[in-house]
């Protein structure tokens, strides 16, 4: 539960961090400008130009500083999980400016670059205890199963450093109680929406057992199309081969999921989000994309039952298991099919 005091301490560690990125973007730009002047005018311009921006950020950080340490004096609570952030913070900052009063001693711009680092190093601790709460607020706007791109919405509070920003993505992942609902991809930097409970996560799992159970409904389909089409290709009494080969299908289609699961977790034991971590929680996030895929599965059972006649078990089992490619081969001959009909109707139409 976050209290007000933590609001407040979050609130403060966003200002010192906004200061610090605005002071990087300046010294950046200035810099930028510099690079087309004499030489001798550089020096000059560079300290004039970022004197108001130097003076802002050292009121805005000095200030939130100040405020935390009167804060820890009246919660201990606050002092004993911010302490060493603060004094990382204080120390950084006092780095920089030691690095602003040498400026008569040493070439500006060098100092200025010098900056950037305990700069970014600054941003980076703020935003890793910032972010968690962040993520909590914009969650809250999303479905169960929707993703976050965290580079995508918070890119403009993370430290300009790439090994920083993938950092923060797996520190997230390795404290993933700090999310309320969601759980946190750090190779791909997606958090999923989750439901707040487990109860509510198994109703996935039991959702998508019901769409393959569902499917059952489609043998019994084709194997009845004889009553109300003369010429259609299949008959009541091949119902029990229909219900066989689409169970195989499923079984297939499970096992080709499972295996990839496995290779997915021996290549990436420790960043990617798999479902040997937590299969209900996998299952849970990408509900949608499975009901899609069990969509999928259902177009090529149909392809495979008018394709292949009197396929046997294993060859339904096959199938399942590379249904993408099955499906794709059998697809790409339909549209041939269907093309080279449409050129003989084209040419029945010109001889009339």
Known sequence: MVGDNDRRMFG??????????????AIASTLKQVSGLPADARESFLANALT??????????TGALTSAQQLFQTDATQFDWGADTIAFISLAWSEICNIRECWKDANI?????????????IVYQCASLTLAPRVNDVMRNLRVGQQLDLEFEFASEFPKDPKLRV???????????????????????IIYKTAATRTLQLLSVWRIVLWCL?????????ANGGRYFPAWPLHSNELLRLLTDYAMIMVGAGAHLAVE??????????????????WVLWL???????????????????????????ADWPSAFFAGYSIDSFTELFLERFDTVVKSKTSTLAALAKQA
């Open 12 to 25: 403060l560690l966003r200002e010192i961090r906004a200061a610090c990125q605005y002071l990087q973007d």
């Open 167 to 189: 950092r923060l993505a797996q520190e997230l992942a390795q404290e993933s109680g700090v999310i309320e609902c969601g759980v946190v991809d750090p190779e791909l930097q």
């Open 109 to 121: 711009a060098d100092r200025l670059t010098a900056m950037q680092d305990p700069l970014d190093r």
């Open 214 to 222: 569902a499917g059952f409904v489609i043998p019994i389909v084709l």
């Open 52 to 61: 108001l921006p130097l003076n802002r950020a050292d009121e805005i950080v």
């Open 261 to 278: 699961s496995l290779k997915t977790s021996r290549s990436q034991p420790s960043q990617n989000f798999g479902a040997l971590d937590d």
């Open 284 to 310: 849970h996030v990408r509900e949608a994309s499975f009901r899609r895929g069990i969509l999928y599965v259902w177009l090529g059972y149909i392809l495979f039952t008018f394709g292949i006649s009197k």
